[in-house]
């Protein structure tokens, strides 16, 4: 699966921003896709995930009850809205598939540690 995600920029602390994630390869309707981040001089972190047909939905902590994912399978697009953003929310957003859930770990990334391009998210006071 190839992933690019787009959608980035700068936001006021409070604001909103929505991401993109668009897929391609086999499969799609099968395979968990999710948002990870990394701000700097931090490890990447899990921060949303989707089941393939979008029926399940995870989130971590720090973005629960802010953050929306969503997918359109028709438009082989992910979505990431993110309401009320926080300072700590900078950092470079990446899709990454397929992703997990588990309780006491969060949203995980299990596969071929190959990442696309992220978009640069800068949340300013």
């Known amino acids: 699966v190839q992933l690019q995600a787009s959608g980035g920029g700068l936001v006021q602390a409070g604001g909103s921003l929505r991401l993109s994630c668009v897929a391609s390869?086999?499969?799609?309707?099968?395979?968990?896709i999710g948002w990870f981040r990394q701000a700097p001089e931090k490890q990447r972190e899990g921060v949303s995930c989707i089941s393939g047909r979008g029926h399940t939905t995870y989130y971590s902590d720090s973005v629960k009850g802010r953050f929306t994912i969503s997918r359109d399978t028709d438009k082989r697009t992910v979505y990431l809205e993110m309401n009320s953003l926080k300072i700590e929310d900078t950092a470079v957003y990446y899709c990454?598939?397929?992703?997990?859930?588990?309780?006491?770990?969060?949203?995980?990334?299990?596969?071929?540690?190959?990442w696309g391009e992220g978009t640069l998210v800068t949340v300013s006071s």
């Open positions: 990454g598939a397929p992703c997990g859930y588990a309780s006491g770990r969060g949203v995980y990334y299990y596969g071929a540690d190959s």
């Open positions: 390869g086999p499969a799609l309707d099968y395979t968990a």
